[in-house]
């Protein structure tokens, strides 16, 4: 006698259950999303320990509104909507976030399409995946945020819009010139690779 796969719980029915008293259900939930939000988390802060009180308030924030949550609406969107706002309202003395950019309208049109792959795509060997890492770490927050919500997180662009209360076009454009400044680190620092793998086998031969 076989037995069939697990099923998963929607997000939807997680809800439904901890709102009738189920507590094991809210973990659930904790578990299944705490990565995604730490990961954006991090990557506005540049900081582990901010980002993981990011995600504690976070939950802790969702689960006081839990009764108020539309539950035929994707749950994690608003999430992460929830944990960038927290990055935004935690940095705004200390070093404002650069999202000046993604909060205001692009005078004109661009025809964007989102066929060209991402670094990420073609990113097999790992020297190449820390390359990426490093390009991406040197983006302002704002650009990490929106590729992060894309490509990591494979979120729509409605919900990235969603997420950063924004118009669906301007999304476009920055996730557009956000590639655009990514790809332009990878092919200077790719250019010098070979030179940098020399220097590093060199260096593991003396030691």
Known sequence: MTTGAAVIPSDELLVRRYLRGDVFAFEQLVERYTPALFNLAYRLTQDRGEAEQVVQETFIRALGALKRVRTDL?????LLQITLNLCRTLHHKQRPLTFSD?????NGEIELADDAPLPHDWAERE??????RRALSELPPAY?????L???EDLSYEDIARVLALPLNTVRTHLFRAKAQLRSHLVEWMRDEPTIMAQQRAHKMDE
């Open 150 to 152: 894309r490509y990591n």
């Open 74 to 78: 994707p749950l994690k969107p608003w």
């Open 144 to 148: 990490q945020a929106v590729l992060t």
């Open 127 to 132: 020297e190449t995946r820390a390359l990426v």
């Open 102 to 106: 993604l909060s205001r309208d692009d």
